[in-house]
């Protein structure tokens, strides 16, 4: 008596403690790797599977009904097939492990891909599933490709939180749907909206804009020795095997462009920010220099290359 | 990497358009369906339907075309009209079969989701069931277990992950699951507890009855003659009974009313069984009764006893209370050598004997007058009589019997001349009793083929066949078989009457025949048998001496439960490591070698790192190891497809790379 006495009371508060959190596991952040043991997978019968649920016992009963020894056991060989097929479906998520991820650079409210590396096993996951923010997006798995990708909605700039994934399978014969949760540990930045109907900068916006000149480029040519390196168009050279060098109508190359914060009066912070970003992004692919001058911090800049863009959009996602 | 809309679950699935693998694999377990059922369906009903299934198929290949919805509609009201003007009723197990196999086809003419074929799939699955019904013989469960295949691939097919001819890959979780539940299923099979009474209908009535029926008009059993299916299976503990003894007794049939004959008053009046004097041995035996819908348990002329389960009829006919809607196994003994109700029949009896209906066929009655005025009311010689009548009378044995008229004895002895046992056995009792013979009408098997291999009687339904028996002073109930005094057989083989061949001539795969029957004989005891009876002894072993449903339900639980924990136990097991390529495989025994000399790669230590770690330890083979190394990496990590012949190469690199340690 004494012994159970002592020991049931913390007992019950622990396995109640633990409990919970088996059945919160999975929806509070947790650091990678993640692997997917038999205590966090969930499994239900899909409608498909409700429905034959229906059916298999219509089949049971007309085999009784009619005394039908052969009918009732081809009804429970049926039945016994569809019901082990849940083991199956729970087999598509067990011991699934993912191992790392990384987030692609997005902008605010577009899907940013979201790169997943699974531990690579033996078994292929071919209808595995991943939902994010409620968008299904299938994922495969085989033996020797164990990567995907699935994108994710952003809808804030700044740091995010990596959002709760819903990892699901309904293979083989989708009668039954397995579940689990995986959330993460860990932020991605999103960088702000890019403002699609950004007005033209006017020259008074910025008295660097005349001398800029066109930050719109007329045309590539080949590149000829001398040429700045900064107008080489990189994205562009990808495509060929020589490297493309931006003609500009009034090349002004010594002149960075300035994006100035405090110069944008008049507008609300988040579209100021927008525009601030479009402007670095049309200055990033015209390869043009600029400087971006946020308000109250050194300006950055000048530069136009890949890390300059990605300090200057740093910045402005991370601004208050 | 086509995002799609979600579906949160508990929420109204979306419909997406149904692939062609899918569509395929449904077409084909569609047809599977209709050859499962096209044994009992007309030859131009299926072959329209699978015509109909080919052109849907034919139309939706290659692009997405719809079929109208008036087309779908006209089948919709078409499919039963037909059926109610080929059969008269919508109603019964035919009429039934067919319209739902009429309906599978115009679900597959609408199915344009994955909705859809799912339904079509689980509707299959049904109707597939359904043709266990009409045979539930071991070759059509088998064959009906093999076209849940198609169903199944169907369902898996309707799932991601398979390449577009990945036909074959979309059976193997089919195959797999039902070989691997079939355990599970077996179990399931004997503990499910069997209903005592059926919850609607009468499984048997209408055209699913078999076998001989308790009623016998001219042509009746003509069916039964032609049918090769077998009816039943004796094994006997010791000899056999001779050919000429084997008359298996079903009903016996007392009322005459001009074109029938009936089991009548006296035989269902509840009486003990008359008395019987048994003069010689009595032969013990086991009899496999197929389902019939009937009553009737047949044995061997005359039973002396009656089976557990069944009852004995004052005639000494055994009858089940229910019908024989499965198989049933039962033990009885029998006398070959009798004599039955030798002394004076009751008067009510004999009067019932000797009844016959009034303005029938009077050139019979005229005739049988003439018998018992020439012999002087002696039973024997009158019986003799008649048998000689039929012997050279010019009488002809032929399945294929004129129809017969109003007064159809009449009609038959003295017109056609022509028919088969019930023609010759009911005109036989007439004359008898019309001669003041008390007689009645007995119908059961007679003959049967004698399995040589496994040592049992194989009665077939074409062993149908009726007889006579004639009530003589001293003697009792004697039984006369009119048929076997016809001398001319038109079509022979065939009927009960044309000798001990059931059919089956002496081929050369005869053998291997009766092998194969035996495993039917097997299936027929064991799984078509299976009844309450046996299921409420399945725990004898363990103490249980009558396992209630209360029982059977808890096992069933507890095997369910355990089944599904074996599968979980099974399901979480799987291969341990990695898969691993011949190169994974080299640098891992490299690692080993190495890892002897104490040079462990760390969890966190790249390949590069790790043989740079090495390659300064063993200073004496750094050039080797950086060497492998390199090359390593090179195939590892250079090319998606790293030539074969190089891995060949560095394979048998590292085989003689043998790491010393600098002795310090």
Avoid at chain 2, 88 to 110: D, R, S, Y
Avoid at chain 2, 516 to 535: E, K, P, S
Avoid at chain 2, 613 to 629: D, F, K, N, S, V
């Amino acid at each position: 008596m004494d012994t159970i006495a002592r020991g049931a009371g913390p007992g019950i508060a622990t396995r109640v403690r633990h409990w919970s959190r088996s059945l919160m596991r999975g929806r509070q952040p947790e650091p990678l790797p993640v692997r997917l043991d038999s205590h966090r997978i969930y499994i239900v019968p899909t409608r498909a599977g409700l429905g034959f649920t229906v059916l298999l016992a219509a089949m049971l009963v007309g085999a009784l009904n009619y005394q039908n020894n052969a009918a009732l056991l081809l009804t429970c060989m049926l039945g016994a097939a569809l019901a082990s097929s849940m083991l199956l479906t729970w087999r598509e998520l067990h011991d699934l492990n993912l191992r790392s991820l990384h987030a692609d650079h997005g902008f605010c409210g577009a899907r940013v891909p979201l790169h997943l590396a699974f531990a690579d096993d033996r078994q292929p996951r071919h209808g595995l599933r991943i939902s994010i923010d409620k968008l299904e997006q299938p994922c495969p798995l085989q033996p020797g490709n164990s990567l995907a990708t699935v994108t994710v909605p952003t809808e804030r700039r700044g740091w995010m939180a990596l959002p709760r994934m819903q990892v699901s399978s309904t293979l083989p014969f989708g009668l039954f749907r397995a579940w689990s949760w995986i959330t993460p540990a860990g932020h991605m930045l999103v960088y702000p909206r890019i403002l699609r109907d950004a007005r033209p900068r006017e020259r008074h916006d910025d008295p660097n804009d005349r001398i800029a000149g066109g930050d719109e480029f007329a045309n590539l040519r080949n590149y000829r020795p001398g040429d700045p390196i900064r107008h080489v168009a990189w994205k562009a050279s990808a495509r060929h095997d020589h490297l493309l060098v931006r003609e500009f109508d009034r090349a002004a190359p010594g002149q960075p462009l300035r994006f100035d914060w405090n110069a944008l009066t008049g507008v609300e912070r988040e579209t100021r920010i927008s525009r601030l970003t479009s402007w670095v992004c049309d200055a990033y692919a015209a390869a043009h220099p600029w400087i971006l001058v946020l308000e109250d911090r050194r300006p950055i800049g000048p530069a136009s290359d890949a890390a300059h863009y990605h300090r200057c959009l740093s910045a402005l996602a991370e601004l208050p | 990497m086509k995002p799609r809309v979600e579906t949160p679950p508990g929420t109204r699935v979306v419909a997406s358009a149904l692939g062609a693998l899918p569509f395929n694999l449904l077409c084909a377990s569609v047809l599977c369906v209709l050859a499962a059922h096209a044994p009992h369906l007309p030859a131009w009903y299926t072959a329209a339907l699978a015509g109909l299934l080919a052109a849907r198929w034919w139309q939706r290949r290659g692009r997405h075309r719809r079929v109208s919805g008036w087309l779908r509609l006209m089948m919709l009201v078409a499919i039963p009209v037909v059926v109610t003007l080929v059969y008269g009723t919508p109603l019964g197990q035919q009429p039934g079969a067919a319209i739902v196999c009429g309906l599978l086809v115009l679900k597959v003419l609408e199915s344009e989701s994955t909705r859809d074929a799912r339904m079509a799939v689980g509707f299959a699955c049904f109707i597939l069931m359904s043709a266990l019904l009409f045979d539930q013989s071991l070759g059509s469960t088998i064959l009906v277990g093999a076209m849940l295949l198609p169903a199944l691939a169907t369902l898996r097919a309707l799932e991601p992950g398979l390449p577009e001819r990945g036909w074959l890959r979309a059976f193997r979780p089919g195959a797999v699951m039902l070989a691997a539940s079939l355990p599970a299923a077996l179990l399931g099979f004997l503990l499910i507890p069997r209903l005592d009474t059926p919850l609607w209908g009468s499984p048997g009535n209408g055209a699913a009855s078999t076998g001989i029926s308790d009623r016998m008009a001219p042509g009746d059993l003509q069916h039964l003659l032609t049918d090769n299916a077998v009816a039943m299976r004796i094994g006997f503990d010791g000899a056999p009974p001779r050919a000429a003894e084997r008359y298996f007794r079903g009903a016996v049939l007392w009322d005459f009313d001009g074109r029938s004959w009936f089991p009548g008053v006296a035989a269902t009046r509840r009486r003990s069984p008359v008395p019987v004097r048994i003069l010689g041995p009595t032969v013990q035996y086991d009899v496999t009764l197929l389902p019939s819908h009937q009553h009737w348990l047949f044995a061997l002329d005359v039973p002396i006893d009656e089976p557990d389960a069944a009852q004995m009829g004052p005639d000494h006919t055994l009858w089940s209370i229910q019908p024989i809607n499965q198989s049933v196994h039962y033990r009885v003994a029998s006398a070959t050598q009798y004599r039955l109700a030798p002394e004076e029949l009751p008067r009510a009896v004999r009067a019932a004997a000797l009844a016959l209906p009034d303005g029938f066929d009077p050139r019979a009655r005229a005739l049988a007058a003439a018998w018992r005025a020439h012999s002087g009311g002696n039973g024997a010689a009158i019986v003799r009589d008649a048998l000689e009548l039929f012997h050279d009378g010019g009488f002809a044995y032929d399945l294929e019997a004129p129809p017969l008229g109003r007064n159809s004895i009449d009609d038959f002895l003295f017109d056609t001349k022509t028919g088969f046992c019930e023609h010759y056995a009911s005109a036989f009792t007439f004359l008898m009793r019309a001669a003041g013979v008390p007689a009645r009408v007995v119908i059961g098997y007679q003959g049967g083929y004698w399995n040589d291999f496994a040592h049992y009687l194989l009665i077939r339904q074409s062993n149908a066949h009726a007889w006579s028996e004639v009530w003589l002073p001293g003697r009792g109930w004697v039984r006369v078989d009119p048929t076997a005094a016809v001398s001319r057989v038109v079509l022979a083989g065939t009927g009960a009457a044309g000798a001990d061949v059931a059919g089956d001539g002496g081929n050369w795969w005869l053998p291997w025949q009766d092998r194969l029957d035996v495993i039917n004989r097997w299936w027929g005891q064991t799984v078509m048998g299976f009844d309450t009876i046996t299921q409420a002894r399945l725990f004898r072993p363990f103490g249980i001496d009558h396992a209630s449903a209360q029982i059977l339900g808890i096992a069933l639980a507890v095997v369910v439960f355990l089944a599904l924990g074996a599968g979980a136990l099974l399901a979480s097991l799987r291969p341990r490591g990695k898969p691993l390529d011949a190169l994974a495989r080299a640098q891992l025994r490299l690692q080993r070698r190495l890892a002897r000399l104490g040079l462990v790669r760390g969890s966190s230590e790249g390949p590069r790192d790790f043989y740079l770690r090495t390659a300064a330890a063993l200073p004496g083979q750094a050039l080797a190891l950086q060497e492998l190394a390199s090359e390593y990496l090179a195939l590892r990590y250079r090319c998606c497809e790293p030539p074969p012949e190089r891995i060949r190469v560095f394979v048998r690199r590292v085989r003689q790379f043998r790491p010393r340690r600098v002795v310090k």
